[in-house]
């Protein structure tokens, strides 16, 4: 079964600066895909960034980019110039599509602050 | 398009009432995802949907927990009888699935409590 690890609970960074969102997953699966989604405090998730397994090119969407790698299983999001609406929960997911059947699983979560 | 709507953004209830929530996914989109988030679970798939059918509902609690998609453009999930452990935020999520970007658009979520 497929599973999605985010071992930081919490994390804070000071504006400008930048941050590094840690994930892992475990699948025997080779095409997947994998995101990032924010959940600011008003609750209503929307995606960050994707990637898909089978591009060696890490995603990178403004300020925010992802490091992918495929053989470790890890997928961590980068966030440059930090900024106080990025102040937010951060979700990774992992995402299948096989045959007409989703597999979409989400991680616990990071809770972020960025400081002023 | 509106996005996804759904209601009511917040329910108080007592136990043993029947709870009824409502999701109108984005028009076109032919799959529908109930999740349900918790402090301590995180979220949770209860159950989805493929053009109104129902393809996985092994994360439905309970049988007190059912879902419906009448029509492309409405799903209802109902607790029956609810109790204080159901309290969450239960959020509702529309695909694509021939976009072929794996993207999920939810709700603004309900917010639920079980007094």
């Known amino acids: 079964a497929q599973t999605v690890t985010q071992s930081q609970p919490e994390m804070s960074v000071q504006e400008a600066e930048t941050v590094t969102l840690s994930c892992t997953y475990d699948?025997?699966?080779?095409?997947?895909?994998l995101f990032w989604y924010k959940q600011p405090p008003s609750r209503q998730m929307i995606l960050v960034i994707r990637?898909?397994?089978?591009?060696?090119q890490n995603a990178t969407e403004n300020r925010f980019s992802v490091n992918f790698q495929k053989a470790a299983k890890s997928f961590s999001l980068k966030i440059s110039d930090s900024q106080l609406g990025d102040t937010a929960m951060y979700f990774c997911?992992?995402?299948?599509?096989?045959?007409?059947?989703?597999?979409?699983?989400f991680g616990t979560g990071t809770r972020l602050k960025v400081l002023a | 398009d509106a996005g996804v709507i759904q209601s009511p953004r917040h329910e108080v209830t007592e136990m043993g009432q029947e709870v009824t929530l409502r999701c109108k996914p984005i028009?076109?989109?032919?799959?529908l995802f109930w999740y349900r988030q918790t402090m301590m679970r995180g979220l949770e798939l209860l159950i989805y949907?493929?053009?109104?059918?129902?393809?996985?509902d092994s994360g439905m609690p309970e049988d007190r927990f059912s879902a419906k998609m009448p029509n492309a453009s409405f799903s209802t999930l109902k607790i029956q009888p609810s109790e204080p452990r159901d309290s969450a935020v239960y959020f509702c999520?529309?695909?694509?699935?021939?976009?072929?970007?794996?993207?999920?658009?939810f709700g603004e979520g309900s917010r639920l409590t079980v007094l």
């Open positions: 997911a992992f995402m299948s599509y096989t045959s007409g059947t989703y597999k979409y699983i």
């Open positions: 990637q898909e397994a089978y591009k060696q």
């Open positions: 699948t025997s699966e080779n095409n997947y895909y």
């Open positions: 949907f493929n053009n109104n059918v129902p393809i996985d």
């Open positions: 999520a529309s695909s694509f699935a021939q976009g072929r970007t794996g993207e999920l658009f």
């Open positions: 028009s076109g989109h032919d799959y």
